[in-house]
């Protein structure tokens, strides 16, 4: 059965904190396989720039198909 995406939102009125966020999110998070992404500019009260990234993480070893233990 294949795995519900993760998903992560940054959300700031400045493009260079939004950079911050998501570089040291993909830092910590080590690794993924980036699905989509979307960017979004708000002009509601306050304008704000939302990025919303569609990410899954790896597979562990024991739910890949074939894989045994010996």
Do not use: H
């Amino acid at each position: 059965m294949p795995r519900p995406l993760k998903v992560k939102i940054f959300m700031d009125p400045r493009a260079n904190v939004i950079e911050e966020q998501a570089n040291t999110w993909l830092a910590d998070l080590g690794s993924a396989t980036i699905i989509k992404t979307d960017t979004f500019v708000s002009g509601a009260t306050v304008p704000c720039i939302v990025v919303t990234v569609w990410y899954e993480l790896p597979t562990p070893e024991e739910e890949r198909p074939g894989f045994r233990v010996v």
